[in-house]
């Protein structure tokens, strides 16, 4: 509890930080179930910076537990120690992991079966689908901004406007509807604290620090190889600055507020 009074909303009892252990006599298979659960858990689920993600023994503070919508879970079994565990990161919740050494129980047996296994490994790839779902929608509400915003332009150059002028209005026009599609679609179900206005001017704030790292990879490609196309380096551009303005969009503007 110390943790928690010290501020963690999430605190485990780890047997895979230093000072934790696990029983020795454990066998192959027991060690394997319990580090392949880990392994499974971090890296296809996405809980990279939790080392022991299977633990049973935790503490949690409940106004976490409140802000978590247990239904979309979709679990019931051992698996849903993982799927809590990644809707709490998700939500921006302190995790914390103290030591602990593992013992064995000393009356009755695990309950751990074959579907146990089968229904963990499928909800950790369940959850990677969502999270990939969330970006895949990011990346098409983009694609659409590129299209709205090429269209604006085109139609004030026919309209007899300067181009100097008439690409930052395509450019913020382009970043409003891109906000309002994220907004309402692909982070819609996030609960957040700001009001819209305050979201959009966040959003704004982020797409202007993407361009700059867009502009930034586009002049030092340019450089390093100068006999390329400059749409290649353009391009080549383009990918930080998507992954930048994600993962500022998902984990500060549209991030979820804390109760």
């Not at 409140?66 to 979709?74: E, F, N, P, V």
Request: glycine content about 8%.
């Amino acid at each position: 509890m110390s943790e928690i009074d010290a501020g963690a909303d999430f605190v485990i009892g780890s047997r895979y930080v230093k000072g934790g252990s696990i029983p020795e006599n454990w066998g192959f298979i027991r060690r394997l179930i319990s580090l392949g659960g880990n392994i499974v858990a971090r890296f296809v689920a996405g809980i990279y910076r939790v080392r022991d993600c299977t633990a049973g023994f935790r503490a949690i503070r409940t106004s976490v537990l409140r802000d978590i919508d247990l239904s979309r879970l979709r679990v019931q079994g051992y698996a849903f120690q993982v799927a809590l565990l990644h809707a709490a990161v998700t939500d921006g919740a302190k995790v914390v992991e103290v030591p602990v050494d593992f013992v064995d129980r000393t009356q009755g047996m695990s309950k751990l079966g074959l579907s146990d296994i089968i229904e963990f490994v499928e909800n950790a790839w369940w959850i990677r689908f969502q999270s990939s779902r969330i970006f895949i929608k990011f990346a098409i509400v983009g694609a659409t901004g590129v299209v709205v915003n090429l269209g604006i332009f085109t139609l004030l150059l026919e309209m007899g406007m300067n181009k100097f002028l008439a690409s930052p209005i395509a450019i913020e026009i382009s970043i409003v509807t891109n906000f309002l599609f994220n907004n309402y679609w692909t982070f819609r179900w996030r609960k957040t604290k700001d009001r819209i206005r305050i979201k959009g001017l966040k959003f704004n704030a982020v797409s202007l620090a993407s361009l700059g790292v867009s502009y930034a990879t586009f002049v030092a490609f340019s450089a390093a190889f100068p006999a390329l196309p400059p749409q290649v380096a353009q391009l080549v551009g383009i990918i930080p600055a998507t992954l930048v303005n994600y993962f500022l969009n998902s984990y500060w503007t549209f991030k979820h507020a804390e109760v």
